[in-house]
């Protein structure tokens, strides 16, 4: 217990800060209660409607996110569950923008119906996808990242598509604890009363569910009835803090960690210590902020400066996942066929990317109308249409080939380049260039690109490195490196000017800006990568059967993992120029490869590789016609197509 | 169905329709950038091809954009294919653009002027920007007369609006009931006040800002402002504002110094600077008005 | 002559001794049983055979050699190492399961020779999953699953099989088959076996020489008639035990 005193210096330092803000605005003329506007001078309004509220608000939502985060954690068994791993605030994010956009009429009755409906929705996803994978804590929090990572990127197109005036849109995303009444913070403590009352009563029957599912229904608890209530309370409690303040991410992710340092252990202490930690975590915080502010600096959203405490926070607790996948449930779909003849199957599908690839260079929309190229028009237009064409189909190769290496390098079929890190820290390292560099230039940027991604992906694989890495604490080092990353590109954009618009269009993914030599230097790319798959053909064979077999078979594990995420942080790294963060290529490509028999290392590459040069195809084709003259963002469009088919693939059952 | 036949009369209409808009041999210019669009526009100059015409329609509003113009698509991701078909004299663009500006050279020569650059004002730029538009398309006349009639307009409006000199002004657009965006003298409305004689209750540079909006209580520290809102705050914000206790107890509000402006580009040129002065003196000559 | 020497062996995981400081040499050419109640570091130290675990301390040679001193490849020609629980071989037949066998022969990039293919088919009819080469190993019953894996540690070419719980997920008619096996891969191709085993009268009938772990030290070691005393069984699994014998004269141990 005494632990929880080392509590005590953060309290005070928030407390501290919160008073320096006050002081430096009223002095000691404090407003007395009840506060009467009519009697109070200007400052002290701004210290009881201002000040107060918000220093009421920074504990009153780290409270509710610090709650919220702990239900997660325990309903799941999943110690890096919370509300922004498993998507639930991007769901909100979505639906907020969407609600202002489409209906703005909805978000006059208030934000908090539409953020709890887009919450729940993700919510409901990423638990449809768990459900049928035992809750495996690593496939959920990749599952919930994807889920976060798609709706964040279309509410981010949507908010490109309104130009800058959607200020609201963008202060939310920011997340903002300033206040200007005491209406926040009445509605919030209301929820944060109902959540913390709840949980109360799932204190008991979430200590028996600790057992395990099995032993919890040998006990005759309503698993599943329990599960749902749990994730609602902490689905209402964080989307309600999203819908009143906005987007704070991983204070939800940290208070139970400090709660579990502090020596929290049952599911009831652990809820009250991580509310208790997440309030004093957002204050201190809030705090920091309001401590910018007096010095003059530019006013910083907390939102972003929690996101910046989460990532590395996130690396910190990956050790804690030992043993926390129990062994067989996250393993790849099998009974699939396997192709007769697999190198004819391969040949028919390069002929027909051939032949797309042809029809697609001489076909194209002009205004009024669908038109084929004539000879004329064909020297024209060569020099754009190729590059760009070649230059997509060998960003898909690469992703479907990086996709595939992933997959069988970590034996988990959910594996892919979004959640390696390595579009994170491209991202990251494409805003650098833009903030850094003035007026930066195509080599500039690609080079920024690239060195983000690099390194992104070396963070990454001294996590590999390590003897007795489970490949799936690769995954997760790569989920924390991106969240990292995409913190940081928050952070940067919250401070940053109207070059934002242009981080924010290139993080959607456009092929247009492709050069011949940028699609000369992505062949080269998949060549590279091709090379190297063949020269580890045969450990591609062997390493999905585990660290044992393959050591047992005189591989040296470590080299061959290094190696092989060092090739698909290349492949990832060009494609990325290209098309964005997010694209799910890597995803989708080597499943259909695996689902159209090609088993074999080699093929399954192959295939991997041909699928996604094929898809990538087909989602610039539909990026340039769907909206004509508008380009659509590439990634995108890819995106667009991949989930539901993905969401199809994830609510398979595993076995 | 797709037929060369087709491609071709659509192409012969994008040629052929803007010729007959200027006959001669004005240059064909293309914009990407929306600055750069109203300077040219400013200038007599139409372009045949521009940017994002829908939303530039829907948010700058003037000066208008004839039906006929080309749109090319994104500003971020222009559709080159169409930029080729368009075949422009010369591009306009933007060191927001710099990315790929070698891809527009293969297709036509590209201007590229600076407008906005932290920490300076925009308004001398985009008069500058008048004159080397029109001398890249050999009509520096314009320019000259473009630029007096404006310095001209300008003059005017800031003698007009000399009694509002008696207090500073505080240029915002309202994003949410507890934020803000304040336009310092690095912007263009900012700028433009200035050249009025007006003086600006923000002394910082611009937080052009993207996410960093400004807390509303700010207003407190400037007792004297008139308060100039431009663009109406969304119908959420004003509803909260309306019951918000500071907002009613901050000077400019308790003491009914508001006035609104309608929507306005802050990334526009000359064109919007002089809607932008118009729109003022309109807004305090008329009288304050309640937001919320 | 012995296979291993073990020399103060001792490994540790964060706060516990999982070994403490072995000493014993492991015989050549035999069926090497590993004892010990849960917990007792039997695993442990089987793993550490196969180098899947580092010693944090001693020493431990194979054929006179340190360990850390074999090459990854060397090593693996020299010794295969079956994991408690196989895993899923994901679309994979028998066949391609077992082939994987060769690769601390062909390496990374060598060619799979006609001396590979043999070598396959060999194993492939030593185990007697040549009638089912063609087959899904996914879709094998628990026992022909665990031959499929025998198999490709006899591709492998190794001398020494190291096998982590063979048998401790098969029914009681395929753990007799797999272990008839694994004997009569030792006795008649010279090969030798260490085997962690959960079942003492397994270990007793099958296995040529015993070793007892209890709490990361050695309780006895010896041939199974050693074993197969009530007082040492107490002593190894700290609960009285009764020995009795089946009308063939094998002892059959109960807990009294």
Redesign the interface.
Known sequence: MTRILTLLPALFAAGLLWLLAAHALAGWNWPTLPFKAEAMTLDQIRLAFGLMPRGAIALVAGAMLGLSGAILQVVLRNPVADPTTLGIQSGAQLALVLGTVVAPGIMEHGRWPVAVSGAAAAALLVMAIGARRAFAPVTMVIAGMLVGMTASAIATAITLSQGEYLLSLVIWNGGSLVQQDWSGVRALTAVLAGGALAAGLLVRPLRVLSLGVEGARGLGLNVAAIRLLAVTVALVLAAAVSAEVGLIAFVGLAGPAVARVLGATGSGRLMVLSAVAGALLLSLSDGLVLAMAGLGAESFPTGALTGLIGGPLLIALLPRLRGATP??EE??????R?ARRPTALLAGLAFAILLAGAVLLVVGRVPGGWALLDRESFATFLPMRLPRLIGATAAGAALGMAGAILQRLT?NPLASPEVLGVSGGAALGYALAVFLVAAPGMGTLAGGTMTGGMVALTVVASFARR??MPPERILLAGIAVSALASAVLAAIMAVGDARSFLVLAWLSGSAAAVTPAGAAGLCAVVALVLAMAF?????L??L??????A??????TGQARLALVAVSGIAVGGATILVGPLSFVGLMAPHMS?RMGL??PLGHLAGAALIGGGLMLAADFGARMAGFPYELPLGLFASLIGAPWLIGLMMRRAR | MIRRRTFLTAAGILLAAPLQLRAGSAPRLAAIDWAMMETAIALGHVPVAGAELIRYRADVKEPKIPDEVVDLGLRGSPNYELLQLVRPDLILSSPYYTQYRSRLETIAPVLSLTFFVRGEAPLPRAFVALGDLANAIDDAPAAARVGEAAEAALDAAAARLAPFRDRPIALVDIGDARHMRMFGFDSLFGSTLARLGLTNARSQPTAFGFMAPVPMEVLADMPEARLVVIGPPPLAARRALARSVLWHALPPVAQNRVHALPGLNPFGAVPTALRFAAELEHALTSGPTTIA | MSLFSLDRLTVDVPGRRLLDGLTLDVPKGRLVALIGHNGSGKSTLLRTL?????PSGGHVQLDGQELGAWS??????RL????Q????????TVR?LVA??R??W????GRFGAQDGQAVDRALAECGVAALADRLV?TLSGGERQRAWLAMMVA?GAETLLLDEPISALDISHAVEVMSLVRKMCHRQDRSAVIVLHDVNMAARYCDHVIALRRGRIVMQGDPAELMRPDMLQRIYGLPMQVMTRPDGTPVAVPA
């Open positions: 062994p067989g393993r790849a779909e099998s009974g699939y396997r034996a003897r007795r020269s580890t053909r045969r450990w064979g062997i999905p059967l585990g660290d044992g077999v050591a047992g078979l005189g591989i040296p695996r088993v074999s | 196969a180098r899947q675990i580092a990854a490849r060397d090593y693996a020609r295969a190492f079956m994991p629980t196989t895993p899923p071989a994901d679309g994979m391609e994987l066998g690769y601390p062909h390496g990374a990039l996914d492998q």
